[in-house]
C-alpha cells in the first residue's frame, strides 16, 4: 500500500512562507520511479496543478499563477518531494495536494496513481 502525506500547513500572514513536504512510503514503491506534483484546491473552485518535478529532479514546470514565487523539489533517498512557498498572497488559501504519477504528463493530466490526503494552507491578508 502506497501513502503519500502532507505536511506543513498552516497559517500566514500575506507576503509570508511556508515549506510543505510530502513523505511518500510502499513496501514496494519506488519513489524516483514517478513523476510528482502538488495541486491545489479552494472552496468553490476546481483542483489546479501548480508544480510538476520529473521522477529524477531534472525537470520541474510551474503554473503561471506561482511562477517565481514557489518551488518544487525532491529528495529520492528520503522519499519526499517539496513545496517551497514564498511571497504568499490571500488567494493561496487553498487545500494543497502531492500526487505520484509515472510520467510528467500523467501528472499534468491529473491522471495520478495516488494523491496525499492534503494539508490546509491559509494566507491572511
Known amino acids: 500500500q502506497v501513502r503519500l502525506v502532507e505536511s506543513g500547513g498552516g497559517l500566514v500572514q500575506a507576503g509570508g512562507s511556508l515549506r510543505l513536504s510530502c513523505a511518500a512510503s510502499g513496501r514496494t514503491f519506488r519513489f524516483e520511479d514517478y513523476a510528482m506534483g502538488w495541486f491545489r484546491q479552494a472552496p468553490g473552485k476546481e483542483r489546479e496543478l501548480l508544480a510538476t518535478?520529473?521522477?529524477?529532479?531534472?525537470?520541474?514546470n510551474y503554473a503561471d499563477t506561482v511562477k517565481g514565487r514557489f518551488a518544487i523539489s525532491r529528495l529520492n533517498a528520503g522519499n519526499t518531494v517539496y513545496l517551497q512557498m514564498n511571497s504568499l498572497k490571500p488567494e493561496d488559501t487553498a487545500v494543497y495536494y502531492c500526487?505520484?504519477?509515472?510520467?510528467?504528463?500523467?501528472?499534468?493530466?491529473?491522471?495520478?496513481?495516488?494523491w496525499g490526503q492534503g494539508t490546509q494552507v491559509t494566507v491572511s491578508s
Open positions: 500526487a505520484a504519477a509515472g510520467t510528467v504528463e500523467l501528472v499534468r493530466e491529473g491522471r495520478c496513481d495516488y
Open positions: 518535478i520529473s521522477g529524477r529532479g531534472r525537470t520541474s
